[in-house]
C-alpha cells in the first residue's frame, strides 16, 4: 500500500505564508513608498524645480503618464489655456515588470526606452525618483521642472500670447488658493496615497481621518460656491480635480479610502462633473489607464493584479446645476 502523505498543520502554513508575505510587502513597500518611524508614507521632494521660460511654440514638451494624478493637473492645465498647439505631449506607461516608466517606441525621447534613461541622459549621474510629470526644453535638452505644482504655475502664467485660456492664479486669490493647496495637498492629494501606502494601522487611521474630515469641509464649501475660491475656476480646483476623478475609480478600494465616495457628496459631486464638462477637460481623463495602472502595477497592494469592473465615469457626462450657486 503507498504510503499515507501527512500533510502539514494548517496554523503552521498559515503562519508561515503571512510571515513570508509580510517580510517580501515590507521590503516591496520600502522601495515603493519610503516610511518613517510611524509606519506614515513620506513623499520624496522633486529635483528639478526650475523656473525659467522662454515662450516659443513647439520648444517645450510635457511627459505625463496618463493613471498619474500629479501628470494629470498638467494636462488639464494645459487644455484650459489653450497651449496644446505649442506644447508638445510625450506619453509613457509603467511596467508591471520593470517598476518604472517606459516609452512608446513611436514617442521616445533622446533615444531613451526608460524614463530613468532619459533623466540620466538629461543630467548625467542623477540619482533621483525618475517620475511624470516632465516639462522638459527640446531646444537644451534639459528637464526644467518635474513639480506639478511648479509646472501648472508655470502654464498658466508664463507662456504669453501662446496660451489663450483665462489666469487659474489671479493675483487677488492667491492667499486663498495657497490656504487651500496647502491643506488639500496634506489631506486629500497626498492624504490619499497616505492611506494607501500607510504601513501601521496608526498611520492608516490618522490619514483616512483627515482625509474625510477635509472632504467633508469641501463639501460644505461647495454648497455656497461654485469652485473653491468663489465664481473663477482656479489652479486649487485643477489639483483637487485630479484626486476626485480617481477616487471612486482607484483610491476607495486598492488605497481603503472607503468611509464614504465621492458620489456620495452632493456638492462633490457635482462639482466634479462640472469641471470635467468643461471644453477640453473630458479628453485628458482616461479611466482605462487609472484602473489599470493602480490594480495592475501596485504589485504590494493588489498581488493578483486583478482589475475591477466599476465604477465608471458617465454619470459625469449628466447635468450637474452647478451654474445656480
Not at 522601495?31 to 529635483?47: L, T
Not at 534639459?142 to 500670447?161: K, V
Not at 464614504?260 to 468643461?278: E, F, P, T, V
Request: a neutral charge; glycine letters at 8%; charged letters at 25%.
Amino acid at each position: 500500500m503507498p504510503a499515507k502523505r501527512t500533510a502539514l498543520p494548517p496554523g503552521l502554513l498559515v503562519r508561515t505564508g503571512k510571515f513570508v508575505w509580510n517580510t517580501l510587502w515590507r521590503m516591496m513597500m520600502s522601495q515603493m513608498a519610503p516610511r518613517n518611524k510611524s509606519g506614515e508614507y513620506v513623499r520624496p521632494e522633486s529635483a528639478f524645480r526650475g523656473r525659467e521660460i522662454f515662450p516659443k511654440a513647439g520648444r517645450y514638451r510635457l511627459i505625463v503618464g496618463m493613471s498619474c494624478p500629479w501628470a494629470h493637473r498638467t494636462l488639464v492645465t494645459r487644455a484650459l489655456k489653450g497651449l496644446e498647439d505649442a506644447i508638445a505631449l510625450t506619453t509613457v506607461y509603467p511596467s508591471t515588470d520593470e517598476g518604472r516608466w517606459l516609452f512608446s517606441p513611436d514617442q521616445s525621447l533622446l533615444d531613451c526606452r526608460t524614463l530613468p534613461e532619459f533623466y540620466l541622459t538629461c543630467q548625467p549621474g542623477y540619482a533621483g525618483r525618475s517620475t511624470v510629470p516632465v516639462l522638459w526644453d527640446s531646444q537644451t535638452k534639459t528637464i526644467i521642472n518635474n513639480e506639478s505644482a511648479d509646472i501648472i504655475e508655470l502654464l498658466n502664467s508664463e507662456f504669453g500670447d501662446l496660451a489663450t485660456g483665462p489666469d487659474l492664479y489671479p493675483e487677488s486669490l492667491r492667499p486663498k488658493i495657497d490656504e487651500l493647496n496647502e491643506k488639500i495637498y496634506a489631506t486629500v492629494n497626498n492624504g490619499v496615497y497616505r492611506c494607501g501606502f500607510a504601513q501601521t494601522q496608526a498611520a492608516y487611521d490618522e490619514a483616512v481621518g483627515q482625509l474625510f474630515t477635509t472632504l467633508d469641509e469641501l463639501d460644505e464649501l461647495l454648497s455656497t460656491h461654485r469652485y473653491l475660491c468663489g465664481e473663477k475656476l482656479t489652479l486649487a480646483d485643477v489639483r483637487l480635480f485630479t484626486t476626485l476623478i480617481r477616487f471612486d475609480v482607484a483610491y476607495h478600494g486598492i488605497f481603503k479610502c472607503n468611509r464614504r465616495r465621492i458620489a456620495d457628496y452632493k456638492n462633490l459631486s457635482g462639482y466634479l462633473a462640472d469641471i470635467y464638462q468643461m471644453p477640453g477637460v473630458a479628453e485628458t481623463c482616461d479611466i482605462d489607464a487609472v484602473k489599470r495602472d493602480y490594480f495592475g502595477n501596485l504589485f504590494p497592494l493588489n498581488p493578483g493584479g486583478i482589475v475591477p469592473v466599476g465604477p465608471g465615469w458617465d454619470s459625469l457626462k449628466a447635468p450637474h446645476n452647478r451654474a445656480q450657486i
